[in-house]
């Protein structure tokens, strides 16, 4: 019996998402899109009131259905214009009547690259360690009745 | 191996909240699992404590000793809650490219 072979995932940081994507489009428009607030909240799905500005909260209602009770609250750390956008949020924020803000948070990290055909976006979300376990299992039970269900509805919009 | 090593050097040094004791090959006593650690037993037993309010370890009496155990199931479910995480981003890098790449993605 392999008792003691640790199964791959072990080996896998539980601290942090990374994601890169190439989009076909300038590093201009991929920038507005995400460091517009408006522009931001259109494809995310959030009604943020105000603009992103370094070391400034931002606030706003998603835009989900069956999210519309949250609210989110955005820490932007770092703008580099064109290249590097960085907000601190608590990730899946999402229990009603909870309040998360005594709770750590987690690090959204863009990054823009110039690619053949585009742009290269790295999304990394880093923190995840620090985050209590409890509440972890929380969002997953949440998950279970909600997000499975959230997805598949929003792959109708997105086609 | 060598790859292995490698791979282990690009990745981020463990975080020490979450650390779980070595189970893999079943129940084990505190004193068993102090062994070699250089960590005392007092301090494994805060942790065992620690993670079992949160219900990912638990004991049970086998003789005379105190046996801790994974609750794997649990342990499972936390993980999950990142893959979770990985999907919605997916699936939100995936609005953001029907935005930036599309003029109807602008509609909304």
Redesign the interface.
Known sequence: MA??T?AP?D?V?????E?R?V???SRT??WR??TNAA?FG????VKLEGAFAAGRPIRGRMAIPGYEHVTLELLVERIDPERYFAYRWH??AVAPGVDYSAEPTTLVEFTLEDTEGGTA?T?V?SG???I???R??E??RM?DNG?TGQ?KH?AK??E | MSSKRGAAALQPPPAPPDAVPPFAAGPLSITRLSEGTGVTRQAITRHLHALGRVGLVRHARRGRERVWDLNRKRLEKAKQYLDHIAAQWDDAAERLRAFVEDKRGEQR
């Open positions: 008792v003691n640790p995932n080996t940081s539980t601290d942090r998402i994601k994507v989009l076909r489009a428009r991929v899109a995400l522009e259109t494809w995310f799905r990730p899946y976006l999304i979300e995840f360690d620090r209590p376990l409890t972890r299992a969002a997953f998950n997000w997805i929003l919009y997105v």
